[in-house]
Every structure is written in C-alpha cells, then in structure tokens.
C-alpha cells in the first residue's frame, strides 16, 4: 500500500488529507491518471509530486510503502 498525500487546494477538493492504495509498479504519470479519473480531481496534473519527500518525474516508478505527495502550484502576495 502507498500513502498519497494531498497539499493545499488538493486537500480542499479531496475533503481529505490523505489517501491509502496500491500504486506500486505504476509511474507518476499513470497515478496523476487515475486520480485524476477516480476522484475527478483535474488540478493534480499540475501538481509537483515527491516520493518519500524527493521530488519525482513523470517516469519515476512508484514502489511498495512509498509515501507519494502532490503539492499544487503556490500563489501569493
């Protein structure tokens, strides 16, 4: 199982902080699909994404108790 945690706006959308699923095997990109899709959350390609707290390309493959985060855009002023 891999623990997804959501930042920011994400939260908001997501009602949640977190997440638990088996994303193992699946690249970043492939799991932005399926949130994307499961939980119609269409901001979360826009998100960075870090894996165990390092910051994590599009191929990066996802591994078994891997702790996934998505951080969205930050604006301010």
Do not use: C, R, W
């Not at 930042?7 to 949130?35: R, T």
């Not at 985060?69 to 604006?75: D, E, G, K, W, Y």
Request: a negative charge.
């Amino acid at each position: 199982m891999n623990k997804i945690l959501f930042f920011a706006g994400l939260q908001e959308k997501m009602g949640k902080q977190s997440i638990e699923i088996d994303a193992s095997g699946q690249s970043v990109k492939q799991l932005k699909d399926y949130i994307e899709q499961e939980y119609n959350l269409s901001k979360v390609h826009e998100s960075m994404v870090a894996i165990n707290e390092e910051f994590a390309p599009g191929e990066e493959t996802i591994k078994e108790n891997d702790t996934i985060a998505f951080i969205p855009p930050v604006s301010g002023g």
